[in-house]
């Protein structure tokens, strides 16, 4: 089995303007040039971008052979108790598949919201049936090929632990999870410090979703910083007195064949953090060959 791990940055660097770039058409060559191959392009305060550019965007990264994505907007609330405010969050997911469409992206990751007003098991229960009246309008809209991805959140009021990510995905075969490592190390109050503990989270995901789903994994990595209410604030890679730490997880892909598309939300560097990220897996994959080798 051939395995590509694919490594990129959720959005753009602070040095890619530096550089005197303009444009996020730009960023494909760009990552290209650096080693990277993927792009999470960027919808947190909505979706502000025409077809021409997105067009663009998309026929570059197939050029340079860069998986992409896109974070749909942080506002969206599938639990909210009112209906307008969820009508509105099925909109603006609706608005990403469609610029999806245009770009060629083929995931939307989605905050699910906050059950800080609503009953938990209301919350679930409205937010996977949003979900799935979502997915069936994209199909009216000829907008079957892109699958959503739910979000691992890092603060104990949103909808987003493991377990409930695991049981929204379960409710349709187009929901796929977007496993954030920083934020399930920072709901469980550094809970991620072991090979051990990484292998627990992908054994889990495994047994509930079938390792099919799981083998091509959407992964958000940064270290974070928390507080006893969850995450405060991502970190880059070289804060180390922040977890958690990739080595970890890169033993897990390596061990699991897995296939996995490694996002980097590290703050202002996640273009350069993301390229940390690639090295430290080869070499955790260079060092795991050579103790295979001296065992053969």
């Not at 760009?30 to 025409?50: H, K, P, T």
């Not at 052979?65 to 969206?76: D, K, M, R």
């Not at 108790?81 to 469609?98: A, L, N, T, V």
């Amino acid at each position: 089995m051939i395995v590509l791990v694919r490594f990129g940055p959720s959005g753009n660097s602070e040095s890619f303007y530096k550089e005197g770039h303009k444009s996020s058409a730009e960023m494909p060559a760009w990552l290209s040039g650096m080693g990277l191959d993927a792009y999470e392009y960027q919808c947190n305060r909505g979706v502000n971008i025409g077809k021409e550019l997105a067009e663009k965007i998309g026929q570059e990264a197939q050029k340079y052979n860069i998986f992409l994505s896109i974070h749909a907007p942080y506002y969206i609330n599938m639990a909210s108790p009112e209906e307008e405010k969820r009508i509105k969050s099925k909109g603006y997911i609706i608005d990403c598949m469609r610029l999806a469409k245009w770009m060629g992206a083929k995931r939307i990751v989605v905050h699910t919201g906050s059950y800080s007003k609503v009953d938990k098991k209301w919350a679930l229960e409205i937010s996977a049936k949003l979900f799935d009246e979502v997915l069936k309008e994209a199909d009216s809209l000829g907008l079957t090929d892109i699958v959503l991805c739910p979000e691992v959140l890092g603060k104990n009021n949103q909808i987003g632990s493991l377990e409930e990510i695991i049981e929204i995905c379960k409710t349709n075969e187009r929901l796929f999870p977007t496993i954030d490592f920083g934020h399930i190390h920072a709901r469980g109050q550094g809970s991620l410090n072991t090979v051990e503990d990484f292998e627990r989270i992908i054994n889990m995901l495994e047994n509930s979703l079938g390792t099919e789903k799981v083998r091509e994994l959407h992964c958000h990595f940064s270290r974070i910083e928390f507080t006893k209410g969850g995450e405060k604030k991502h970190w880059n890679i070289d804060d180390t007195q922040f977890g958690p730490e990739f080595e970890h997880l890169a033993e897990v892909i390596l061990k699991k064949n897995m296939n996995p598309v490694i996002i980097c939300e590290s703050r202002a560097n996640m273009a350069e953090d993301a390229l940390k990220l690639k090295k430290i897996y080869n070499k955790v994959a260079e060092g795991m060959q050579n103790e295979k080798s001296a065992c053969n």
